[in-house]
């Protein structure tokens, strides 16, 4: 089956720096998401990409499509306390009978040291 | 628009028992999935309707599971003769085909099978 390796595994960063994390799959991908995950809280989105090679800001984030389609980044700019959880990339893929299924990464835990 | 909504938010059961959980998905989106997710993994597509139509199972979904959306509204997903490697997060999402199919999340339903 499809698998997305999304690195790194965790980050301990202090308040104010940049986060760049990224996902790679040796799969093509319609759409990638992006998502981050409170402890006991569903996945919240972040970011949509559509097409290959899009670049999209919402706030301090910012994600890109890679050309290939088989590959996403996201940057987090001058991180805050808020920031601290679980990010999560997917990939979206047309599939079947049209089940657009989602394939998440293993996530990437971001810790922010105040 | 309060979102995807899942009800209950934990449920704590024995072994053996049946539980069913309640998905109410964003109005007007017709695409809703189930996932699944474990301590340290990403979610796990389920299963996905149509409207009121299954169109896709994953091979996670056991015999012991049945999801139904009767009238292409909400949806239940119902878990018989729980075992302990039941214990996991059960996830609803909503989508609309129009849009983009952008997927998005509940909060999630805790299942802990002692």
């Known amino acids: 089956g499809q698998q997305l390796n999304q690195s790194p595994q965790s980050m301990f960063i202090q308040e104010g720096e940049d986060v760049s994390m990224n996902c790679t799959s040796s799969?093509?991908?319609?759409?990638w998401l992006w998502y981050k995950q409170d402890p006991g809280e569903g996945p919240v989105l972040l970011i949509a990409?559509?097409?290959?090679?899009e670049l999209t800001s919402n706030g301090r984030l910012t994600a890109q499509f890679g050309i290939t389609r088989k590959d996403s980044f996201l940057n987090i700019s001058a991180s805050i306390p808020s920031d601290v959880g679980i990010y999560f990339c997917?990939?979206?893929?047309?599939?079947?009978?049209?089940?657009?299924?989602?394939?998440f990464g293993k996530g990437t835990k971001l810790s922010v040291i105040p | 628009d309060t979102g995807v909504s899942q009800d209950p938010r934990h449920k704590i059961t024995k072994r053996g028992q049946n539980v069913t959980f309640r998905c109410d998905p964003i109005?007007?989106?017709?695409?809703l999935y189930w996932y699944r997710q474990t301590l340290g993994q990403g979610p796990e597509f389920l299963t996905y309707f149509q409207n009121e139509a299954q169109l896709e199972k994953s091979r996670l979904l056991s015999d012991r599971f049945s999801a139904e959306r009767p009238k292409g509204s909400f949806s239940t997903l119902e878990i018989q003769r729980t075992e302990q490697g039941d214990s996991a997060m059960y996830l609803c999402?909503?989508?609309?085909?129009?849009?983009?199919?952008?997927?998005?999340f509940g909060e999630g339903s805790w299942l802990t099978v002692v």
């Open positions: 799969s093509i991908f319609n759409t």
């Open positions: 990409l559509y097409k290959a090679g």
């Open positions: 109005s007007e989106h017709n695409r």
């Open positions: 999402a909503s989508s609309l085909l129009n849009t983009g199919n952008t997927i998005y």
């Open positions: 997917a990939g979206q893929t047309y599939s079947g009978a049209g089940s657009y299924q989602l394939t």
